[in-house]
């Protein structure tokens, strides 16, 4: 009898990792925030190092500092992105370790795994918002920086 290939390249831990793909999408913020948790986990944020990974030609640095811009440095590196995680966390109380991680989907889905509702929430709004400062810098030059 014929097996179905319907398991081929699962791990033995499917269950643990399917709620871990559908933690983003849970979390109470619009879609369209969800998405960029979604693109993020799924690496593909179109951060300048991404573009050129893929050919596009385009600037790779940060608008706001000059380093090289990866997903990380944007969204939790960049002294801007910086600045705005010490104020959420100010506000909010929250705990948010961006020192050492694998990569952004492991960042991602290790504090999804670990917080609270209100914390994952503010951390998705955090995410969008650095994420639209940064696009709105990169096609508007001349618009204020927040």
Known sequence: ???????????????????????????????????????????CLPSGEQLRHRHV?????CFFCGGLESVEHALLFCPHACAVWESVKETFEIKLCRSSFASPKQWLFDYLSRCFDREATVMT?????????????RNEPEAPHP
């Not at 030609?57 to 640095?61: K, R, V």
């Not at 709004?125 to 639209?132: A, N, P, Q, R």
């Open 125 to 137: 709004v955090t995410i969008w918002h650095i994420w639209e400062a940064r696009n709105t810098a």
């Open 57 to 61: 030609p385009t600037w790779t640095d």
């Open 1 to 43: 009898m014929a097996r179905s290939g319907n398991g081929l390249g699962q791990s033995s831990n499917w269950p643990e990792e399917e709620k871990l793909w559908k933690a983003p999408w849970r979390v109470k913020a619009p879609n369209k925030m969800k998405i960029v948790l979604w693109r993020l986990a799924h690496d």
